[in-house]
């Protein structure tokens, strides 16, 4: 851990409190009929339930504290960026990509759906992330919810997570340097939990200087994301478009680290209110170490 | 037709006017580089150009007019509207949908670039959908943005065309009643339509009252278009699906009359900046007797 007072912050009992906050909230944003439209809405809850630690929408609603507001405000920008990753797995495991037949100890949407179904469910849960995104607007005004409309967009699509998972395939096939390697994790896994990030800013109304200390954040903490996660699959499915696989065990290990450390220091004008992101940012290096 | 000026307005030459502009918009809208992000670029402008004939921007622009206000006010929400069935045409051409292999004489996307990249410019086009959206902010301020992207959100999503498809898709397999093929319908194909003409009167910041009178014509609209295009298919390749399997020749087309007489009828409070639309309405109807 990289700060004292983590021995008096519960980080476990903070992610577990908050993820159940997003899943009450996602609940209430997702279509109520688990009939709706033939099974797309059952199968947009799929998607959805039950999820992970909702990393994302979690990041969302503490850079809204950093900034003094009230999370709720920061609720639909949240479940928004929640959903665009919910809509990313469904389609990311269908047979045309990775096709994968088993997330979270469950069968695949496209394996309990089928293939057409899983398609319109991704689809279903994109477009809405996008209705509930808007949603900001009753909470935080029109020209906030503009611009979380944005960022969201900007995130998920061609110049984020859309077009990073085009690099990535092509880098499969062709092989990456370690720059390449690194534009492939801003776009496909960083861009994403960045405008989170922002998100949860923009309604906190930070200022520019705020948003731009809260944007660092969020892209070095994606990045320790990612190499963690390369870290922790090199024992089990290693990669060869992976941080070990081209900078090797160690220097992916410093690189997470300087990367946290520079994360956590971009938090101090922010003081106490920064505290659950600064632990966000110590928890996520420590799952590798 | 079923006005007289129909004698002074050339809908022909309008209608390729106007498709003209929304192309050059599409253009402005879409990645600068035909190889931005790999060949996801390239992917996403082949979901786009050639165009047909831009029939829902043009509506949407049209709309606008009909409110005295400046078309190009509602650019933007014009091409995401059209950006949205792009991307829908691409999604259902994949083999897990109607596996098509041409689409307007050229071979499809997914035979074009693969399944993956035809599924990712798909899932990147719906999302640059809502970026282009919110750009009515600037244009017409972020309230009236926050509106457009809802629309949208709504008629494409799954309480519109994607939850229209999963209806459809059903029918398909079990058969359907009349009631159930309406319903199909106006999520499936009319959904987008209103969305369009409701966008397009929302930037022209119509009344209540216009409104509503214009998402009833929206609403009438959408089903001739469904009903002459079943009509025009039932000679090619007839659906056991369709309006003329399930009301019979005669009937469709008598409801095809009826609901242009409404949508014209419906347009009477605005007078003359409204012909555009009377015009677009005929059209529709015209195609198929």
Known sequence: MTTNSALTFDLAAYLKDRALEVDRAMETFLPAEADYMGNLGEAMRYGVFPGGKRFRPVLALAAAEALGADRALAMPAACAFELVHCFSLVHDDMPCMDNDVERRGKPTCHVAFGEDVALLAGDGLVIHAFEVAAATAALAGAEVAVRVVGELARAAGHPGMVGGQILDMHAQRHGVDRAGLLAIH???????????????????????AQLEALTGFGERVGLVFQITDDILDAGVDPDPISFPALFGMDKSRRMALEATEEAIDLLRPFGQSAQPLVHLASYLLDRSV
Chains 1, 2 share one sequence.
């Open 186 to 208: 801003q776009a496909k896994t960083g861009a994403l939990i960045r405008g989170a990030v922002r998100a949860g800013a923009l309604v906190g109304r930070a200022s520019e």
